[in-house]
């Protein structure tokens, strides 16, 4: 019996993500993948494997049942979930039980969900990746009826859970000057890093608008920008005068004039950003921008350091005697009832 995944009913944009595809920019295809990379991360420290491919949810979940037991995880933007009508934590690990139902409902914080795997998914690569990328037709989102072949999975602890960063509400989001930042000149750029912007509803794969809360951003000669080569996180200033960060399926080149690009780490942040959410940009020197990063690898390599089982054991918590276990002290001699006034 092959292992499989049965989609009972999905939500209206859910598709299979991975790290997307590198190496075909030259050729008109941006990377693509998970719009939330950090969460792919993340499930696989809650699964003690590598990145695999999951699940990506924008806004609502859906209901799924798989053929055998297996593991599963869910993490990124909190959301109701449920196996066989009780609930399960987020940003968790659990135990899918075969013929058990996996009931996931609406975002909670945030804007998109991850539900991932033990051994992943075994649908077929299409240029070196499982992801879809639908800007350039290449897979497509799932619907009620839809069956995905599971990977092998080896197994492992589960009810098992790990903080997450907080990147669910906006908030601060770090820049590096792009290649046309000095169109603007430093008087726009000062501003535009001291302006407070809200996340628009006009948001998809391809980019999220932000509106400014006052005038807009203009390159001088911006008509004469010719089309060059853009990458995800650049800021693109349109006509109206709106910034646009383009996400991972952006295109691959464009003549909008780029004020400034935001830090990879940062990008989940944008991507989770909910509607109406509160955005301000930082601006980081290249040094500081380079610094960050490192720090933000060096976090993502520890992941696993800080996965914790739900239910902690005792015997291994190694500085259990700096919890307080008796909140109060009794006495076996005084009487208990002394100086009651009743």
């Known amino acids: 019996m092959t292992p499989t995944l049965d989609i009972l009913d999905v939500g209206p944009a859910v598709t ?10 030259a050729q008109g295809l941006t990377r693509g993948g998970a719009m939330d990379r ?50 399960v934590n ?20 945030g804007a998109i969900g991850y539900l991932s795997f033990g051994g992943g998914l075994a649908t077929p690569q299409v240029m070196g990746a499982q992801s879809a990328h639908l800007v350039a037709g290449l897979g497509e989102t799932l619907t009620a009826g839809d069956s995905l072949p599971l990977g092998k999975d080896k197994g492992g602890r589960v009810d098992m859970l790990l903080p997450p960063e907080d990147r669910f509400k906006g908030g601060e989001i770090g820049i590096t000057t792009s290649l046309q930042a000095h169109l603007f000149g430093d008087a ?21 608008r932000m509106n400014p809360d006052g005038d807009g951003f203009a390159a001088e000669g911006g008509l004469k920008v ?9 800021i693109q200033i349109t006509g109206d005068g709106a910034p646009y960060v383009l996400m ?6 464009g003549g909008y004039p780029r004020i400034a690009t935001v830090l990879p ?19 980081y020197d290249l040094d500081a921008a380079i610094a960050r990063e490192a720090r933000a690898e ?45």
């Open 188 to 208: 726009a750029l000062a501003r535009f890093t001291t302006t407070s912007f809200t996340r628009d509803a006009r948001a998809n794969r391809q980019g999220i």
């Open 226 to 234: 010719v089309s060059e080569v853009i990458v995800p996180g650049d």
């Open 38 to 87: 950090q969460a792919l991360y993340e499930a696989a420290a809650l699964l003690a494997q590598p990145v695999t491919t999951g699940l990506e949810m924008i806004g609502l979940g859906g209901s799924f049942r798989a053929n055998t037991d297996t593991r599963v995880a869910l993490t990124g933007a909190p959301m109701t979930a449920s196996i066989d009508g009780t609930p």
């Open 16 to 25: 299979l993500q991975d790290l997307g595809r590198t190496g075909y920019i």
């Open 265 to 283: 780490s940062d990008l989940a942040r944008v991507a989770q950003a909910p509607l109406g959410a509160n955005i301000r940009f930082k601006l």
């Open 90 to 109: 987020w940003h968790g690990s659990h135990k899918l039980p075969a013929g058990s139902i996996l009931k996931i409902g609406g975002v909670k914080a």
């Open 298 to 342: 060096a976090d993502r390599r520890s992941l696993a350091s800080k996965v914790q089982p739900r239910i902690r054991d005792p015997h291994d918590i190694n500085d259990l005697l700096s919890y307080t276990l008796i909140s109060g002290v009794i006495s076996a001699t005084d009487d208990p009832f002394a100086g009651d006034a009743r």
């Open 248 to 253: 991972c399926e952006s295109q691959s080149t």
